[in-house]
């Protein structure tokens, strides 16, 4: 049975409103009326967007699709924290019962320079496509793979590489780097591909050349806050960070004037 | 006539056959044709991929920010292969043999038979991107059972298997990508499919960024849009899955078949209020070890922890001893229905059963039953706020996935010439039920080993870039696409897109969702052509044309879903037997089961659009089995 019942309250919402990239922004203010505990933080939003949309005003947009913490899309900062207060949790699934009547909440988008702000919050996060692109995978081709079996892999290990890959792109470590750095998203991926004897072929370049498309896109480099660790909605450890360090400096020594 | 283009020879032979008779495109020329993929979920992703690594050029279009977000990426609970990892007698014909029976007998041997023969290099393939599979202490892979088979043959990333497959997908597009051979088109919507003289040379979409309507053409069209699902408005598909570019396919030409075969999920979080926007999935490994129950008396409300074992009535281990909680997901829907109906369900609501960890926590230890299912039940928490270590969970059917789709012959071409369907957006491989972990194989069976195979073969036939942009076609589309726009944003009524989207989602699920009847359905097709009329009298959209507008968007899809929900109607009423997702009341056996008509029903329904307001025209393809013997299907 339910720790507690669900029930209807109200809140005073401050939502950054930015009609396009180029157009100066501002905090607006909205009245959430008789939102129950039970709703996600989204479906709050669609409460509110109904009432907007009737009224002939514009809907806050904001970007969500999959409503059950997986897909990455959603992500605001809520209260001065990234998919709000509640750990481990991506804004989809963060409940209104974590909320109490009268407060006062005010929302962000994620501010980078490498994100640019789309429409109120919603961010282009193409960025982390781009670097992905630059060597967050394997360079094999579809068939001629040997059998699944072939190469045993310690489960301790493949765990390892399991806890880096459940990042789900979101960009709330870098919306809450000071330095804006996306070195968690970047460390996750190469640590997972590094820790596999599959991906440990290409460690040295992929560190290189994801890190260098990182610096050139305009993310900020870690100085070891720790923010990005607190704030990830999957848990993902600065661990990982220190991997994607040794991986770089080593193929640092090795490729001195950079690799290509 | 239909012609599912089906290769001669013995089963296990045809695809070997079809692929040395194909005609191969020269690696020279490959580089000369331009394929659009719609779509970037397992079969768009890994179809990409594969595409540009032989030669072809590629472009890619998303709806989402990022291709790394399409729905497949929430799918929890494994991928199936036929590898006998686990020596428990598992084998390509086994696993064949599983998805045509647990599909009811209602899809086509032939690619039922490839989709298992390939199954076994999808995990290879996946093992050497880096997928991260669950492994056993020695170090090699771990499987576990699902829904409708009694081998262990599930390949799993723990309860993300989706989201690890799609990203080694997505992580070999990225390659083709950075290699200049896919370009990427994201934030694109897919608004109507360019056909000229017969054949599909491109789409219009629109920019969801700055509102423009964009004009692609191809050589050929790849379809990976996924099902339509959200035709029922809540369901565990995410908010942007529509039926809008299956839809618009349909209406230029290309056959739809089996609309009605949808899935309702039996294990998903149960409704708790009107302003629900969607319904989470508890995947369906927890079947393994949580139990199904009701209590006996209806009306018990006590808690569960004070219902003593006696009156509990654990109903599917008593209804199916050899199944026992994993009969495939539409016997387990329709059961939990079943017990709700007769008053018997529970939570606030009474529409829930229970699902049970307390014995296998006794059995195994709290640690064990952790690691195998840990984020799946703290996901649970957060969205109900009780421990399903301490309580059961409680579950009820969702709508999740759609067997039907485009109609597809064997090389994945729809009737239309150019335009491929895969994964979830045909309707080949699953028959009337899909069995549980076997979306995603399907997805990366097409993308990665059968349509690069047989796309060759089309365009090996075609002449490059015959058509380009600026043939009168495209303009046209683009002008309607355009009107289109302009026609919801000029209505001015009262009524929000999602309002209404709920009143049609309400109206098939009642009618048209977990169990029909021809009264029901007759009603159902009133009461959304009325609902269309409403729609288009008196909607409210916010905004403009030229600017991000998610409104706008939604309004579109949910027109689309307005004029496809029908067509759902429509086949149901059409097929008066009950198959798999499809239970028709008036046709089921003694013990309320499922009852084929395979004397009249043992066929595909392919339905060809007539223009507006008509009803559309029926085809059949004939299933033939000539492999496996048909039977009622019994999981007893």
């Given at each position: 049975?339910?720790?507690?019942?669900?029930?209807?309250?109200?809140?005073?919402?401050?939502?950054?409103r930015?009609?396009?990239?180029?157009?100066?922004?501002?905090l607006?203010?909205?009245?959430?009326?008789?939102?129950?505990?039970?709703m996600?933080f989204?479906?709050?939003?669609?409460?509110?967007?109904?009432?907007?949309?009737?009224?002939?005003?514009d809907?806050?947009?904001?970007?969500?699709?999959?409503?059950?913490?997986?897909?990455?899309?959603?992500g605001?900062?809520?209260?001065?924290?990234?998919?709000?207060?509640?750990?481990?949790t991506?804004?989809?699934?963060?409940?209104?019962?974590?909320?109490?009547?009268?407060?006062?909440?005010?929302?962000?988008?994620?501010?980078?320079?490498?994100?640019?702000?789309v429409?109120?919050?919603?961010?282009?996060?193409?960025?982390?496509?781009k670097?992905?692109?630059?060597?967050?995978?394997?360079?094999v081709?579809?068939?001629?793979?040997?059998?699944?079996?072939?190469?045993?892999?310690?489960?301790?290990v493949?765990?390892?590489a399991?806890?880096a890959?459940?990042?789900?792109?979101?960009?709330?470590?870098?919306?809450?780097?000071p330095?804006?750095?996306?070195?968690?998203?970047?460390?996750?991926?190469?640590?997972?591909?590094?820790?596999?004897?599959?991906?440990?072929?290409?460690?040295?370049?992929?560190?290189v050349?994801?890190?260098e498309?990182?610096?050139?896109?305009?993310?900020?480099?870690?100085?070891?806050?720790?923010?990005?660790?607190?704030?990830?909605?999957?848990?993902?450890?600065i661990?990982?960070?220190?991997?994607?360090?040794?991986s770089?400096?080593?193929?640092?020594?090795?490729?001195?004037?950079?690799?290509? | 006539?239909?012609?599912?283009?089906i290769?001669e020879?013995p089963?296990?032979?045809?695809?070997?056959?079809?692929?040395?008779?194909?005609?191969?495109?020269?690696?020279?020329?490959k580089?000369?044709?331009?394929?659009?993929?719609?779509?970037?979920?397992?079969?768009?992703a890994?179809a990409?991929?594969?595409?540009?690594e032989?030669?072809?050029?590629v472009?890619?279009?998303?709806?989402?920010?990022?291709?790394?977000?399409?729905?497949?990426?929430?799918?929890?609970?494994?991928?199936?292969?036929?590898?006998?990892?686990?020596?428990?007698?598992?084998?390509?014909?086994?696993?064949?043999?599983d998805?045509?029976?647990?599909?009811?007998?209602?899809?086509?041997?032939?690619?039922?038979?490839?989709?298992?023969?390939?199954?076994?290099?999808i995990?290879?393939?996946?093992?050497?991107?880096?997928?991260?599979?669950?492994?056993?202490?020695?170090?090699?892979?771990?499987?576990?059972?699902?829904?409708?088979?009694?081998?262990?043959?599930?390949?799993?990333?723990?309860?993300?298997?989706?989201q690890?497959?799609?990203?080694?997908?997505?992580g070999?597009?990225?390659?083709?990508?950075?290699?200049?051979?896919v370009?990427?088109?994201?934030?694109?919507?897919m608004?109507?499919?360019?056909?000229?003289?017969?054949?599909?040379?491109?789409?219009?979409?629109?920019?969801?960024?700055?509102?423009?309507?964009?004009?692609?053409a191809?050589?050929?069209?790849?379809?990976?849009?996924?099902?339509?699902g959200?035709?029922?408005?809540?369901?565990?598909n995410?908010?942007?899955?529509n039926?809008?570019?299956?839809?618009?396919?349909?209406?230029?030409?290309?056959?739809?078949?089996?609309?009605?075969?949808?899935?309702?999920?039996?294990?998903?979080?149960?409704?708790?209020g009107?302003?629900?926007?969607?319904?989470?999935l508890?995947?369906?490994?927890?079947?393994?070890d949580?139990?199904?129950w009701?209590?006996?008396?209806?009306?018990?409300?006590?808690?569960?922890?004070?219902i003593?074992?006696?009156?509990?009535?654990?109903?599917?281990?008593?209804?199916?001893?050899?199944?026992?909680?994993l009969v495939?997901?539409?016997?387990a829907?329709?059961n939990?229905?079943?017990?709700?109906?007769?008053?018997?369900?529970?939570?606030?609501?009474g529409?829930?059963?229970?699902?049970?960890?307390?014995?296998a926590?006794?059995?195994d230890?709290?640690?064990?039953?952790?690691?195998?299912?840990?984020?799946?039940?703290?996901?649970?928490?957060?969205?109900?706020?009780?421990?399903?270590?301490t309580?059961?969970?409680?579950?009820?059917p969702?709508?999740?996935?759609?067997?039907?789709?485009?109609?597809?012959?064997?090389s994945?071409?729809?009737?239309?010439?150019?335009?491929?369907?895969?994964?979830?957006?045909n309707?080949s491989?699953?028959?009337?039920?899909?069995?549980?972990?076997?979306?995603?194989?399907?997805?990366?069976a097409?993308?990665?080993?059968?349509?690069?195979?047989?796309?060759?073969?089309?365009?090996?036939?075609?002449?490059?870039?015959?058509?380009?942009?600026?043939?009168p076609?495209?303009?046209?589309?683009?002008?309607?696409?355009e009107e289109?726009?302009?026609?919801?944003l000029s209505?001015?009524?009262?009524r929000?897109c999602?309002?209404?989207?709920?009143?049609?989602?309400?109206?098939l699920?009642?009618?048209?969702?977990?169990?029909?009847?021809?009264?029901?359905?007759?009603?159902?097709?009133?009461?959304?052509?009325?609902?269309?009329?409403?729609?288009?009298?008196?909607?409210?959209?916010?905004?403009?044309?030229?600017?991000?507008?998610?409104?706008?968007e939604?309004?579109?899809?949910?027109?689309?879903?307005?004029?496809f929900?029908?067509?759902?109607?429509t086949d149901?009423?059409?097929?008066?037997?009950?198959?798999?997702?499809?239970?028709?009341?008036?046709s089921?056996?003694?013990?309320?089961?499922?009852?084929?008509?395979d004397?009249?029903?043992?066929?595909?329904?392919?339905?060809?659009?007539?223009?507006?307001?008509e009803?559309?025209?029926?085809?059949?393809e004939?299933?033939a089995?000539?492999?496996?013997?048909?039977s009622?299907?019994?999981?007893?």
């Amino acid at each position: 049975m339910s720790a507690n019942a669900s029930k209807l309250i109200n809140l005073t919402l401050k939502v950054w409103r930015q009609k396009g990239p180029d157009v100066k922004g501002g905090l607006e203010t909205y009245e959430a009326k008789d939102i129950s505990t039970d709703m996600s933080f989204l479906e709050m939003f669609d409460v509110v967007n109904e009432g907007l949309i009737l009224e002939g005003k514009d809907p806050i947009s904001f970007d969500h699709d999959c409503r059950e913490g997986i897909c990455g899309a959603c992500g605001a900062v809520v209260n001065g924290r990234a998919h709000g207060p509640e750990e481990g949790t991506t804004l989809c699934q963060l409940h209104m019962r974590h909320f109490d009547d009268g407060d006062v909440v005010v929302v962000e988008p994620w501010r980078s320079k490498a994100f640019k702000i789309v429409k109120d919050l919603v961010v282009d996060r193409s960025a982390l496509d781009k670097i992905i692109q630059a060597g967050g995978y394997i360079s094999v081709n579809t068939g001629g793979a040997p059998d699944a079996n072939a190469i045993p892999i310690a489960q301790e290990v493949s765990d390892l590489a399991m806890d880096a890959a459940s990042c789900i792109g979101c960009g709330a470590c870098v919306a809450s780097c000071p330095n804006a750095s996306a070195m968690l998203f970047v460390g996750a991926k190469v640590s997972q591909l590094k820790l596999l004897p599959q991906g440990d072929i290409e460690s040295a370049k992929r560190a290189v050349t994801m890190v260098e498309t990182m610096d050139s896109l305009g993310f900020g480099n870690c100085t070891n806050e720790g923010e990005c660790e607190v704030e990830c909605p999957k848990g993902i450890s600065i661990t990982n960070i220190a991997r994607l360090n040794r991986s770089y400096f080593k193929a640092r020594s090795l490729f001195k004037k950079g690799v290509n | 006539m239909l012609d599912s283009k089906i290769p001669e020879g013995p089963l296990e032979k045809k695809w070997d056959n079809y692929k040395f008779n194909v005609k191969l495109v020269n690696p020279a020329n490959k580089r000369k044709f331009n394929v659009i993929v719609v779509g970037t979920g397992l079969a768009g992703a890994s179809a990409s991929a594969s595409m540009a690594e032989l030669g072809y050029n590629v472009k890619t279009f998303c709806i989402q920010d990022s291709p790394r977000r399409a729905h497949s990426i929430a799918a929890q609970g494994g991928i199936n292969a036929a590898k006998n990892y686990q020596n428990d007698g598992d084998s390509v014909k086994r696993l064949f043999y599983d998805t045509i029976k647990g599909g009811d007998f209602r899809a086509r041997e032939a690619n039922v038979y490839r989709l298992a023969q390939v199954s076994n290099n999808i995990i290879d393939q996946c093992v050497a991107q880096g997928i991260p599979f669950a492994r056993e202490y020695g170090g090699l892979l771990a499987n576990r059972s699902f829904g409708g088979a009694q081998v262990s043959r599930t390949f799993y990333a723990r309860g993300q298997t989706g989201q690890q497959l799609l990203l080694g997908a997505y992580g070999a597009m990225s390659r083709q990508i950075q290699a200049g051979k896919v370009k990427l088109y994201t934030r694109r919507e897919m608004r109507d499919l360019v056909v000229v003289d017969g054949k599909a040379r491109g789409i219009v979409v629109r920019n969801l960024v700055t509102g423009e309507i964009e004009k692609y053409a191809a050589d050929a069209v790849v379809m990976a849009t996924g099902g339509y699902g959200n035709a029922f408005f809540l369901s565990t598909n995410a908010m942007a899955c529509n039926v809008s570019a299956a839809h618009k396919a349909y209406k230029k030409g290309a056959f739809f078949s089996n609309p009605c075969y949808t899935q309702i999920h039996p294990t998903c979080i149960p409704v708790h209020g009107d302003y629900q926007s969607k319904l989470t999935l508890m995947s369906e490994s927890l079947r393994n070890d949580g139990r199904v129950w009701v209590p006996k008396e209806a009306g018990d409300k006590r808690k569960p922890e004070d219902i003593p074992e006696g009156e509990r009535d654990y109903f599917l281990e008593r209804k199916y001893p050899s199944f026992g909680n994993l009969v495939p997901r539409d016997v387990a829907s329709r059961n939990a229905k079943e017990q709700c109906d007769a008053g018997k369900g529970v939570g606030e609501t009474g529409f829930a059963v229970y699902l049970d960890f307390r014995d296998a926590i006794a059995r195994d230890g709290r640690d064990s039953i952790e690691k195998k299912y840990g984020n799946l039940f703290q996901m649970y928490e957060r969205i109900t706020a009780a421990d399903p270590y301490t309580t059961p969970m409680m579950i009820y059917p969702a709508s999740h996935y759609t067997m039907g789709g485009l109609w597809v012959d064997y090389s994945l071409q729809s009737t239309l010439k150019g335009l491929f369907v895969i994964g979830e957006a045909n309707f080949s491989d699953h028959g009337a039920n899909r069995l549980g972990a076997s979306a995603l194989m399907q997805g990366l069976a097409d993308g990665y080993f059968i349509l690069p195979y047989t796309i060759g073969g089309y365009l090996a036939g075609a002449k490059p870039g015959e058509v380009d942009e600026s043939h009168p076609e495209f303009s046209k589309s683009a002008k309607e696409v355009e009107e289109l726009y302009a026609k919801l944003l000029s209505i001015d009524g009262d009524r929000t897109c999602d309002d209404i989207h709920k009143e049609l989602g309400k109206i098939l699920w009642d009618y048209c969702g977990m169990a029909r009847n021809e009264a029901g359905l007759l009603k159902a097709k009133e009461m959304i052509a009325d609902l269309r009329k409403e729609f288009w009298t008196n909607l409210k959209v916010a905004g403009t044309m030229d600017q991000f507008n998610q409104n706008l968007e939604n309004a579109a899809r949910v027109a689309d879903f307005l004029e496809f929900g029908e067509l759902m109607v429509t086949d149901a009423l059409f097929r008066k037997e009950s198959c798999g997702g499809h239970f028709n009341e008036e046709s089921q056996t003694e013990e309320n089961e499922a009852k084929r008509d395979d004397e009249n029903f043992c066929c595909v329904s392919a339905w060809g659009y007539r223009g507006e307001g008509e009803e559309p025209e029926l085809h059949r393809e004939e299933l033939a089995f000539e492999n496996v013997e048909l039977s009622q299907r019994s999981y007893k």
